[in-house]
């Protein structure tokens, strides 16, 4: 996500948390994938908490959809540039990489995924709409709670009141429905799924960074980083046999301690920054602006890497970092000559039809 308003200060230690939150959700997938190829579990599965970056993911986004908005709110006018912002940073390269990976599993699904993937279902998920089986890319789930979540945020634009109260209302549904337990189709996963909280906590940041001076920000994003370690240690402490319990910290259980984690050190990350923050390499700033990338094309890519490296029986910890490393060389190129370039004309086509 790109922090965009114009009195918004630039928050460059969040480019750096959200590189590490896709870098865990590709070492989660990794690791599954090796095992699932038939391998030992790489490094003892140790990864096996990364999930934990869509927790991060989720209060980033609900942080800065508020924060980069916030002067925004109860001004109509406003909401057409918010639609189209929102369209341009997830649609173009949703696009470029689901489409072509998309009819490759379609016209090679055998080699590709045991899964079968459909016309219907590509259309669905080039929508974003939620649907029963598979997803052409499996990551896309989080995308379709990201437009529920931008779909009620836009209410704000009529009225901020109405809108905080909606939802407000949301919020409080997803923790009924996390309560009571009640089964949920595909529509109600994606509206009403305990993940959704982690929007909430993102807004309630984004609503009282402004209000609050915190004294030591340095001393409260290492709290965050630390407790988010201590679940990860424990995960991997008490986990069971890989096959069959691999998400030891239950659902939701899981969700909302990670989410709880993620949202103090978002806190604490933001604080530093309107501080004065600390300077980082330009290397951080290409690495966290292909964090969106890489969580999107790191599936693909470790599907054809696996099937390349089997035959050469290499160690589970070498197919691991195998299927580490190449998505994020790949991410990081796919951002600098592909991403960027098309963010940039369709931001500004007027500036880029005249030059």
Do not use: C
Not at 46 to 51: A, D, E, I, N
Not at 71 to 86: A, G, H, M, T
Not at 225 to 231: E, I, P, R, S
Not at 244 to 270: E, H, N, Q
């Amino acid at each position: 996500m790109q922090i965009s308003a114009k009195s918004s200060p630039k928050l460059p230690s969040l480019d750096a948390g959200r590189f590490v939150a896709a870098l865990l959700v590709v070492m989660f997938h990794a690791t599954l994938t090796v095992i699932n190829f038939g391998g030992q579990p790489p490094f003892d599965a140790v990864f096996r908490g990364g999930h934990s970056g869509v927790e991060y993911f989720f209060v980033l986004s609900g942080f800065i959809i508020y924060y980069a908005h916030r002067d925004d709110l109860s001004q109509p006018s406003k909401i057409k540039e918010y639609v189209r912002k929102r369209i341009i940073r997830i649609i173009p390269m949703l696009w470029f990489i689901l489409i072509p990976w998309g009819i490759f599993r379609i016209l090679f699904s055998g080699e590709t995924t045991n899964r079968l993937t459909g016309w219907d279902t590509l259309i669905l998920d080039m929508l974003l709409l939620p649907h029963s089986g598979p997803l052409v890319l499996g990551v896309t789930w989080t995308l379709q709670r990201e437009l529920v979540f931008y779909l009620l945020f836009s209410v704000s634009f009529f009225s901020r009141r109405a809108g905080l109260i909606i939802l407000t209302i949301w919020q409080v549904a997803v923790v009924v429905f996390t309560v009571v337990g009640s089964p949920l189709g595909p529509w109600g996963n994606a509206i009403f799924g305990v993940s959704n909280l982690g929007f909430g906590l993102g807004l309630l940041i984004a609503i009282s960074v402004d209000r609050i001076r915190i004294k030591r920000p340095r001393l409260l994003a290492a709290a965050g980083v630390l407790v988010f370690l201590v679940l990860l240690t424990t995960e991997y402490r008490i986990g069971g046999p890989i096959e069959s319990d691999f998400r030891p910290l239950t659902m939701p259980l899981s969700v909302l301690l990670y989410t709880t984690a993620a949202a103090i050190g978002i806190l604490g990350l933001v604080a530093f920054d309107r501080r004065g923050g600390g300077r980082y390499h330009k290397a951080i700033t290409v690495l966290g602006g292909s964090s969106y990338v890489l969580y999107l094309v790191h599936g693909p890519i470790g599907s054809v890497f696996i099937r390349g490296l089997k035959p050469l029986h290499l160690s589970s910890e070498v197919l691991f970092l195998s299927l580490v490393i190449a998505p994020v060389i790949a991410a990081a190129l796919i951002h600098l000559w592909i991403e960027r370039p098309i963010l940039r004309a369709l931001r500004d086509p007027r500036k880029n039809a005249g030059s």
